[in-house]
């Protein structure tokens, strides 16, 4: 393992040394480094820096040049226009770089350098119903982030808050009582009929509770009883549970997601923990009391006709909700779990709830400064029509129904193509899934988490624009090539010249370090999407433009240009996995 220090960086690190040696009296200064089209990189830094010391700029630049001398990065440094620094490196410096890249198991991406440790919470569907595409963006989102973290060094823990608490339960658990049998053992069901058994009960359950007050005041005391950890009514409550999972579990492994059990800690898990989370807010003075129940007031925070809207710890009735189980689990994730981020991402809807939460848990002392709590709030799926997500008959749409489609519908684009690469069934469905789920997931990353997407699955399984089917096709494509190299091996040249799309893909090639941190650092992962989109089409540029196992200049070029070939899929590879997307080997 040894991090590879970025050209970029390294040009950045010798211009600003540059530039302080030419102009000492200013410090350290920014060079204002970037990309650019006329050369490699641009540096803009010495415009405005000649501006503050009322210096000109040109000159400024001319002795910077100066001061970078002859050096084995830079082929060309020359001052343009009003005072910018327009750098070529050179071919050797870019082909060593990559070597280095293609050297490392990383590929030479760092890692951090104080790691710590995050909880992030997400996929946190609720017991005894049907998830939706907001449970799908939490999910795919969490995913995301936690590869990334991981990758960067830091520790992560994940925590499934599913709603598995509530009253509803009182409900359900009576209408089970008084209706034994209606819920098979778990272990007899597949995912389908797990949430159909579910459903079935919740209607029924519904039904009665809605009609019959007896039934109602019954259910009532079932919570009691459930709340004070009755034997009977916990173990029916368990049933549910343990349904629910089974559900839950085939629609993860549809998502090509490893969830794991000991990180399914939902909102019951905080129980016992929450008469204590209220004394203590209590006896702080954090929370009151107000017309019997237990509140946390903001002044900041206000709702309809300017009334300050509290956080509800508990309730008059002595019920705890919500609230008073993300209050628990914050001391928890802290003071067990040694917790130095806090990421929940959780629909931005809910982000009321959290902003409360969290300035309760500062008040509290659980939050210190030190410790970061970030709601990533994500925005809402929208259907064709620009509307929330919604069958046409107006009802949210199962979230299985939409995986299968789509994987239906990526089968029916890798069926096309596959007869003439010779896949077979078996391949064209398991790559199907692969692409087909690929699919939705890339829709949801590339887009910046915050922002409305809508769904559209022609879109979203097409061969052309910025999906991950196009990226999956620059993987293979490359795969291809290797089968049909014979002989030739990836060998990197350093001493040949490089053509222009060869540049172009080898210096974003080694952007891939700096672009996975900064998507992690920021919580970022479309800029980790919108770096690979552009990665397989710089690609596609170098593959028209420069032949591979005919390159013209003989044996030492096709080695070159297999070695970029394999650096670019190695990347595209590793690129999708922190993604949570498959690239399968032949399409
Ligand atoms: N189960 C909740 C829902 O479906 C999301 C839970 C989010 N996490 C949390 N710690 N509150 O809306």
Redo the contacts with the bound molecule.
């Keep these: 393992m040894a991090s590879v220090t970025s050209l970029a960086a390294s040009v950045h690190q010798r211009v600003a040394d540059a530039l302080s040696a030419a102009l000492p009296e200013a410090g350290s200064a920014d060079p204002l480094l970037r990309r650019s089209d006329r050369a490699d990189f641009q540096a803009n830094g010495m415009l405005a820096l000649a501006k503050k010391l009322k210096g000109n700029p040109r000159e400024l630049a001319t002795k910077v040049v100066a001061e970078i001398g002859e050096n084995a990065l830079f082929k060309e440094v020359e001052v343009s226009g009003p005072g910018f620094l327009n750098i070529t490196i050179t071919d050797r410096a870019i082909t060593q770089t990559l070597a280095a890249r293609a050297d490392d198991d990383r590929l030479g991406v760092p890692l951090k350098e104080n790691p710590g440790v995050t909880v992030i ?1 997400y996929a ?3 017991v005894a119903k049907e998830m939706h595409v ?2 799908l963006r ?1 999910a795919v989102i969490g995913d995301a982030l936690r590869h990334l973290l991981d990758f960067t060094g830091e520790q992560t823990i994940g ?1 499934h ?3 598995d608490w509530g009253t509803q339960f009182g409900m359900l658990i009576q209408y089970l009582i008084e209706n034994p049998g209606e819920l098979a053992p778990a272990a007899d069901v597949d995912g389908e009929q797990a949430m159909s058994n579910l459903n079935r009960v919740y209607k029924a359950s519904r039904a009665v509770f809605d009609t019959d007050e007896q039934f109602k005041e019954r259910a009532r005391k079932r919570v009691v009883a459930l709340q004070s950890g009755d034997a009977e009514t916990l173990d029916l409550w368990q049933r549910f549970v343990d349904e629910s999972k089974v559900y839950f579990y085939s629609v993860f492994e549809k998502l090509d997601m490893e969830i794991r059990d000991d990180e399914i800690v939902g909102e019951s898990a905080y129980n016992d923990m929450m008469t204590e989370t209220a004394r203590l807010l209590e006896e702080s003075g954090v929370a009151v009391r107000s017309e019997g129940a237990l509140v946390v007031f903001f002044d900041e925070i206000r709702g309809k006709d300017d009334q300050p809207v509290p956080l509800i710890v508990q309730k008059a009735d002595g019920g705890f909700g ?1 609230a008073a189980s ?1 209050l628990s ?1 914050i001391r928890n994730r802290v003071f067990d779990l040694k917790a130095t981020t806090l990421l ?1 991402v ?2 931005v809807r ?1 982000s009321l ?1 959290f902003r409360m939460v969290f300035e309760t848990a500062r008040r509290a002392g659980w939050l210190s400064d030190d410790i970061t709590a970030h709601n990533m709030g994500y925005g809402t799926v929208l259907g064709a029509d620009g509307k929330p997500f919604k069958t046409r008959a107006g009802e949210t749409v199962r979230l299985e129904d939409l995986l299968d489609e789509a994987a239906e519908r990526a089968t029916a684009v890798v069926r096309e193509k596959g007869a003439s690469i010779g896949l077979t069934e078996q391949e064209i469905t398991e790559n199907g899934a692969q692409v087909g789920i690929g699919a939705v997931k890339y829709a949801d990353l590339s887009t910046s988490p915050s922002r409305d997407y809508k769904f559209d699955l022609d879109q979203m399984v097409s061969l052309n624009g910025d999906t991950s089917v196009y990226l999956q096709y620059a993987y293979a494509r490359i795969r291809s090539i290797f089968r049909k190299a014979g002989d030739a091996a990836p060998a990197a040249h350093p001493e040949l010249p490089l053509a222009p799309a060869e540049r172009a893909l080898g210096l974003h090639l080694d952007q891939f370090g700096e672009t996975v941190a900064e998507a992690a650092e920021a919580y970022e992962p479309h800029k980790l999407a919108a770096y690979l989109y552009s990665l397989a089409s710089l690609f596609t540029t170098f593959y028209d433009q420069c032949p591979v196992l005919k390159a013209e200049g003989g044996p030492d070029q096709i080695a070159n240009r297999l070695f970029l070939c394999e650096l670019t899929a190695r990347t595209l590879h590793q690129g999708m996995a922190l993604l949570g997307i498959r690239t399968p080997e032949r399409l």
Excluded: E, F, K, L
Aim: cysteine-free; hydrophobic content about 15%; proline content about 5%.
């Design positions: 919470d946190q569907p609720n907001g449970h939490s925590r808050h599913i709603g919500y993300d689990a929940y959780v629909d809910q709830h």
